[in-house]
């Protein structure tokens, strides 16, 4: 089974921090995805990499920048933490077709 | 209007009935749809894909898919203390790096 792995289940970071999410998968898979749910409004694609330091925007990426140095590794990074990006986080990986492997997500409070 | 509507419920069942969760979506252009189901506290899984209209059926679970009205459905037989989780319907329509999450609909199954 392919396998995403998110670095941390629960994570409570400061107004201004910088906040790194690391995500990491074992099958190979070209393209990664940044996803922040919220009650009510869905899974909201943030960033996506469909190769090694490509980067395409979703819908919602400002306050974010990502980085995919290695195929297996894909990060989301928060520059300046603020209290609106408290929210589940989920990373997905994909091969060219076919649905999504999601990680297990990382709950993100911001204080 | 949202591109994906999904009733968020909550859904409360007896154990053993049959429960049925649907999704409306307005862009004639989809044709991947995918279900997803959500534990708590945990990613989303791929449960079904189908590819256009029809049926596609997987033990307990069925999805419909009906291009004409933009409509689809999961229904889940007989259904099972351990089918409680949310559910997310997806939909795609290259296939690739553009899906579209409902908002998702909580499913409860009492013994």
């Not at chain 1, 209290?83 to 993100?108: K, P």
Request: hydrophobic share 30%; net charge positive.
């Amino acid at each position: 089974d392919v396998k995403v792995t998110q670095s941390s289940r629960y994570l409570v970071k400061r107004t201004g921090e910088k906040v790194f999410l690391e995500c990491v998968q074992d099958m190979d898979h070209e393209n990664m995805f940044w996803y922040r749910q919220d009650p009510g409004l869905g899974l909201r694609l943030i960033y996506f990499s469909y190769d090694v330091k490509m980067k395409e925007k979703g819908d919602i990426p400002e306050g974010y920048s990502v980085s995919r140095e290695k195929k297996e590794r894909f990060s989301l990074i928060l520059e300046s933490a603020s209290t609106n990006q408290t929210s589940m986080y989920l990373c997905a990986s994909r091969q060219n077709s076919g649905g999504y492997t999601f990680g297990s997500g990382t709950r993100l409070t911001v204080v | 209007q949202k591109e994906v509507e999904q009733d968020p419920g909550p859904l409360s069942v007896p154990e053993g009935a049959i429960v049925s969760l649907n999704c409306t979506y307005s862009n004639s252009a989809f044709q991947y749809f995918m279900w997803y189901r959500q534990y708590s506290r945990k990613g989303p899984e791929l449960l079904m894909y189908t590819y256009s209209s029809g049926n596609k059926e997987d033990g307990r679970f069925t999805a419909q898919v009906d291009k004409s009205s933009k409509y689809i459905s999961l229904f889940i037989r007989d259904s099972q203390p351990s089918d409680s989780a949310t559910y997310l319907c997806a939909m795609s329509a290259r296939g690739n790096n553009d899906m579209r999450f409902g908002a998702g609909t909580r499913l409860t199954v009492k013994p």
